[in-house]
């Protein structure tokens, strides 16, 4: 079916309108003019909060911006997806990530059968394998309890349970230590077996297809080096695997009764909930891990109910094109204002860059307008020593999603309220910045002469009016980060349906694997199958010569 171009919809054109009054307003002005700005513009649902008052936004740029959501059908594909719909038109699946965090009461049934029971009955899998790795009961070959773990998997197979056990350090079990292996660049590997000892440590050999070159390349790796302490028939006390592709994980040697299985309709990026995130449930427990689903879960039943003007994501989601359609932004900054969330930015790369960073629309033609922004970003309040003087004073505008937790896991005096008041103090400078006024009476009070004040008032200028949303939570625990991840996984849904595009496939990540496999026997020496353009026939050489010294 033909899309619409974006363009020619009647909610886009109103809102062009608006925007040529809008482009101009001024933050300081619109908080002077509407002082219940923070309860007009905020959210709350599933333990999360909502600041978006710091928009250039007024109730008119709402009300369009969710006219332009419902033109586009949010609601009916939002729809269509929890119905389990085949919604990933280029890969002929349904989308139902969401059917994951649904309790065993649910009922869902997608070609003919109700997935329900099968999830309940992978999580039951993962309950009785964690309590007993927790426990101490799994032994290794020598008798020993299991102390480290060691994920082996790339992209949603590693950047998920990474961030959320890291997330989540605080209700980790004390005696074991998680380790996450992606890169094929063999440095990684080898830093995480220098930290294992073969007798307690359990591979989890994690991927949806597995056939990743990264992947199955680590997962042999270890293999051999496990094999070169221990032998084949220890090898079911160390190896397990979480796949969709039973033949395979057998093929690899890892007993059929160690595979935690999943379903082709959970994208990469989406898996953390499903049997991808059994490191996270090894981490905090079965308990905690069944938190997190709910906190994915009230997210669902909140995006799936609440009327869009009160609905998180879609506001999020719209704000977002709002600015990368209309001030044309090109990038998107997360700043947790919490250490156990450095992994975040990196992880939202994935589900927002992986998800909408596409060119054509879903029935193909070349989209009207651009799509998804660069997401970016790292943890508060390193980033302000380093990155937010562009952001205060940089030539471009790049909105800014602060994340806080309003009590710490820590005991520490006095370390949170610094931590939350810079967090605070950053979203206001980007609003209110510091005008030419404001800097000539602080240089004046500094005694400085003149020539001096005007020489350095433009520097010292803040032009203020960049946006930023701001999410809190009272503390990050399993319920609220499930909720928060959910939160954006929305989101992206949201933007996805406003741009046309099929926010589930990822075909460019294609090209890559292929030329890689073509230049890689050229590197050990085999005659070269196609002939390259000169640069990467230099390269190649350069590479061949090292290689062979
Ligand atoms: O990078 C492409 C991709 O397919 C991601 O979408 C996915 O998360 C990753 O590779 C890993 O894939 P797999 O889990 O099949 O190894």
Redesign the pocket.
Known sequence: MREINLTDTVAFKALASHFAEAKDWQMRMLFSRQPNRFDRFSAEAAGLLLDYSKNRIDDTTMRLLLDLARERGVERKRDAMFAGEKINLTEHRAVLHTALRMPRTARLVVDGQDVIPEVHAVLDHIKAFTDRVRTGNWLGATGRAITDIVNI???????GPEMACRALRPFAHPRLTMHFVANVDGHDLDAALAKVNPETTLFII???????R??MMNARSAREWFLGHRNEADLPKHFVAV???TQAVGEFGIDPANMFPFWDWV???Y?IWSS?GLPLALAIGFDGFSEFLGGGHAMDQHFRTAPLERNMPVIMGMIGVWYRNFFGTTSLSIAPYHQDLSQFPAYLQ?LEM?SNGKRVAIDGRPLSLESCPVVWGNVGTNGQHAYFQLLHLGTDIVPVDFIAALKPMHDLSGHHTVLLANCFAQSEAFMRGKNADEVRAELHAQRLAESEIEALLPHKVFPGNRPSNTILMDELAPATLGALIALYEHKVFVQGVVWGINSFD?WG?ELGKVLAKNIEPELTGMPCPEAHDSSTNGLIARAKAALSE
């Not at 998997?153 to 590693?158: E, F, K, L, P, Q």
């Open positions: 998997g790339i992209g949603g197979s590693d950047l994690a991927s949806k297809t597995f056939t990743t990264e992947t796949s969709t592709n994208g990469g990026r898996s991808i994935q992986e990822q990540v």
